[in-house]
């Protein structure tokens, strides 16, 4: 008995010091063999999925690609990827085994990948590639895609650089990305460049600006009512993605950036600044604004760029309003970013030390972690409710704008679809208003990945008919532009 009993410990030190998703997979699979975890991949009788159903589909998938009826597969395809959508997307299915789910899931969305590329690769009669491409277009916005929502965190939101890292190794990362705080300085660099440049960025850390706040003399303090220096910020979130518009970030970069800033007026509502609604609008003042949280760094009034052609020119953007934290009311606009960009599921990265205690536990099962669940609900829950109390009694008093924005700080949703959390380290709070060292650099990535790995298997899963449409819808736009060149060399 002692054998396993150490054989156990020296795995549970690979995952734990694993310098690579191919290290921590191989300790996790070996921990998962040990724990009999892989034949209850593999074994049938689960209640979380409709077996003998999905199997027939797998079934008729296969046959009708084996003999080249397109019409029939996409209509197979279709009925059994829209009647399995809700049961595959249970978090429980993630939540027994270390390196995935059911392999039967895993199987399922295998052939779906299979038959859309079938599909995409193969005649349809009567139709051409263009119109394909609207078809498949048309199906994408049906079903929906990705968006990686990175939360503010100061310090403590260099850890998304981890797991935007992680994401990126594994070809994982959405092409659409929000951010707020710290979190919209990271979403702003990794969307201000096309893939060559960040690969480039990613696997060399140490060309990263690190040097973010700066404190200003008591005296300054006192005068300005903020504690740190606006325009040091300022240095350093242009050193680290330049100074474009959200239209000019999202046409270099092929990536559509998300920034949540927040009025100062209480009458004002938040707004989600991208190249939809903002594409004139300078990227790194946005960020600034988003960064603005109160009596630590001052409102912002946002740049854009001149309508007349002069590129390099700017001009302030609703000069009479200024703007501040986008976590105040709005850590993660989930709600608008579905509607905007028809977002069907968000992965979010959550390092607010406010919120860490409260969702430390959040992605554990069993009894255990019901009760420690229940009572940082409870908790979370008799807070928001003293400040709504607190709010209404002060009504015409000086402190009701700070009461405002505490109440939408404690009420708002802080989770998505699949999470992934800072770990909770008391040690570390003492860190989170101060520039982070090279070697704090390297910890904070580290975590970031090794929070990231865990959750591989489960976005890969819940990813993989979303990213099949991109691929699909690339192939697809370059063979009608080659169909269109070809219909005007007949013409002419």
């Not at 199997?55 to 003999?67: L, V």
């Not at 040690?427 to 982070?436: H, M």
Request: aromatic share 6%; hydrophobic share 40%; with cysteine.
């Amino acid at each position: 008995m002692k054998m396993p009993s150490k054989k156990r410990k020296h795995l549970q030190r690979q995952l734990n010091n694993a310098e690579s998703y191919e290290q921590w997979y191989e300790a996790a699979e070996a921990l998962d063999d040990m724990d009999g975890l892989l034949a209850w991949r593999a074994k049938s009788g689960t209640e979380l999925l409709h077996e003998t159903l999905i199997q027939d589909h797998i079934r008729a998938m296969r046959r009708q690609r084996q003999s080249g009826n397109v019409e029939e597969l996409a209509r197979v395809m279709q009925e059994g990827l829209y009647r399995h959508l809700g049961e595959l997307s249970n978090p429980d299915l993630y939540a027994v085994a270390r390196t995935g789910t059911k392999y039967l899931a895993t199987e399922f969305l295998a052939e779906i990948e299979s038959s859309m590329n079938f599909i995409c690769d193969h005649t349809l009669p009567g139709v051409s590639d263009g119109q394909k491409l609207q078809l498949f277009r048309d199906a994408e916005r049906i079903y929906g895609r990705p968006a990686l929502m990175l939360s503010g965190g100061a310090a403590f939101g260099v850890y998304h650089l981890g797991v935007t890292r992680a994401l990126w190794r594994q070809q994982l990362l959405p092409d659409v990305l929000a951010g707020s705080s710290m979190g919209a300085i990271v979403a702003g660099a990794i969307c201000s460049r096309n893939d060559r440049e960040l690969a480039d960025f990613f696997e060399q850390p140490g060309k990263i600006h690190l040097q973010a706040f700066r404190w200003l003399p008591l005296s300054r303090i006192w005068q300005e009512g903020s504690a740190m220096d606006q325009n040091h910020l300022h240095h350093h979130i242009r050193t680290n993605m330049g100074s474009v518009s959200f239209e000019e970030a999202a046409r270099h970069s092929g990536r559509t950036l998300n920034i949540s800033v927040s009025p100062t007026r209480t009458l004002q509502r938040p707004r989600l600044l991208n190249e939809l609604t903002a594409p004139e609008v300078l990227v790194d003042y946005a960020v600034l604004a988003s960064c603005a949280v109160p009596g630590i760094y001052p409102p912002v009034t946002l740049q854009g760029r001149h309508r007349d052609g002069q590129a390099k020119d700017q001009t302030p953007y609703m000069p009479t309003e200024r703007w501040i934290d986008g976590s105040v009311h709005g850590d993660l606009p989930l709600m608008r970013m579905a509607r905007l960009h028809n977002i069907n599921k968000t992965l979010v990265s959550q390092a607010n030390p406010h919120v860490l205690p409260f969702i430390s536990h959040h992605h554990e099962r069993g009894p255990k972690a019901s009760l420690k669940q229940a009572a940082a609900s409870l908790m979370h829950a008799q807070v928001a409710t003293t400040l709504e109390l607190t709010r209404n009694s002060w009504t015409s008093s000086m402190l009701r704008p700070l009461l405002e924005q505490a109440h939408a700080m404690a009420t708002q949703k802080y989770l998505g679809d699949i999470n992934i959390q800072f770990p909770f380290r008391l040690s570390l709070y003492r860190k989170v208003l101060a520039n982070p060292s090279r070697q704090d650099l390297d910890l904070y990535l580290r975590l970031g990945e090794q929070a990231t790995w865990p959750r591989l298997p489960m976005i890969s899963d819940q990813t993989r008919v979303s990213r099949t449409f991109a691929q699909c819808i690339q192939r697809l736009k370059k063979r009608a532009s080659a169909e269109r060149q070809d219909k005007t060399s007949l013409e002419s």
